[in-house]
Nanobody, 122 residues
């Protein structure tokens, strides 16, 4: 089993920055890909960004150039640096992890965190 704990959400104004963190514990040897999803109010969960253990990344078009995903393998932690935040970025952000990158990309990750709320006011 793997446990994921997110932190760093909050309420900010448009144009501000936030950094989310997700710390993994447990059977972390089974993890290759880690990433972030988000679920805006009343909408479906959507992929934000993925990073593999080797550092390869993938981003949703809506966040390219504004968000950066990074990973500290020594700390078993993945980060999401969010700059130039917009009201449309308001959502509950979830950390996800899986052995397989495709599972994460398709939203079928084995492990999920509880989520952290990000609210961007205009």
């Amino acid at each position: 089993q793997v446990q994921l704990v997110e932190s760093g959400g909050g309420l900010v104004q448009a144009g501000a920055s936030l950094r989310l963190s997700c710390a993994a514990s447990g059977s972390i040897f089974s993890i290759n890909a880690m990433g972030w999803y988000r679920q805006p109010p009343g909408q479906q969960r959507e992929l934000v960004a993925i990073i593999t253990s080797g550092g390869r990344t993938k981003y949703a078009d809506s966040v390219k150039g504004r968000f950066t995903i990074s990973r500290d393998n020594a700390k078993n932690t993945v980060y999401l640096q969010m700059n130039s935040l917009k009201p449309d970025d308001t959502a509950n952000y979830y950390c996800a992890a899986d052995r397989y990158t495709d599972a994460l990309r398709l939203g079928r990750s084995q492990y999920w965190g509880q989520g952290t709320q990000v609210t961007v006011s205009s």
